[in-house]
């Protein structure tokens, strides 16, 4: 059948809308609207049969008026939006299967493949979405937009998905007995020394935070710090002044934020998984006088040294008992008189380090205990930096740095 043939037996279904009659050949020609592709067959058979040229009327059986509100629809879901800015959205439409089925029927009544041309939702997703951006000044994108709006034409609602903002930085903590996250048995964490400022700043409801690993709750975080990504949840901002944000935490002097950015979500799982090296500073006591001739060759025996630890007595008993391989990259130390002493040691992410200074009964092998033959034990520990193994945590590709100012339904 020709083309001219597909839209009589169309429009021989009963009064279409232009955007309805054009739909099922949505696959022909480019850069066209399907109201475009519908009133040129209607113009080409009116020729054709040389028959009066009839506007529709309205009264579209297929899609029950719903393409003569792009417009309209398209202003609801900017209502809907409030005062939330964006740099980019989506829009999702679902249609009422009452539609859905009319499509069907008139593909069928036509002669034509059920599937011919798009369906409806495709279009209305398009079409308000267009709208909605141009409103918005805003783009387009189908992964992981700022804003999802999803229009519920079946149960006559709209909702307003505001997906996170993710900022990266390295923390330094600069007071003993303070955990990662919020504790019941502490009055506060690095979270929420590092959070509100940042919450209230982006208007978010919530924060969650990911970071590179933890310390211990006694343990400093020196150095250049430890990766954490903070999430924003459901912002109604997209933009502050991390400078200030910055200064706002670091006033605290309690915890200490740096190397702030915006960054995709990804950046969350990146600073969960990847492979990362840590350098500790212990703090060690000796239960006998140690010489520093003896001290110095059983760091340099140390250093770079492949460590077998199986799994430490004082971890969980439940954690299977295995034997562990893992490197010392650097070790390095000062005895401070015959008794203790400050060690430094670079590893492997996963090295027990309290377990490399006092051997652990044997469990890891070698030890300094070992090495010098005397016991040894870290009385503190703290982590002086955290550094990616293969590369740093945070490359080019994780950045978000975007152009210009978000935009909201009130600009004009
Ligand atoms: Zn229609």
Redesign the pocket.
Known sequence: MSLIDDARGLLASGP??D??LGRPVADRSFGLTNAERGRALRTTVALADDEPYEEPDGD?W??EG??GRFEALAERLLDALGDTELYTYQVGTRVPPLLAENGRLLREEAGLAPDAGEELKTELNREVGRRVGARLGAEVDFERPDVQFLLDLDADAVEVQRNSVAVYGRYRKLERGIPQTEWDTYDESVEELVAPPFLSALRGTDATFHGAGREDVDALMLGAGRPFVLEIKRPRRRDADLAELRAQVNDGETVAVENLAFVSYEMVERVKEHDGTKTYRATVEFDEPVAEREFEAALAELDGAEIDQRTPHRVDHRRADKIRERAVLDADGDLEDDRSAVVDVHGEGGLYIKELVSGDDGRTEPSLAGLLGVGATVSTLDVVDVEGADEPFLTAEYRRERAGSPATAGDE
């Open positions: 279409l809308c955007a309805c579209c297929v899609c719903v393409c």
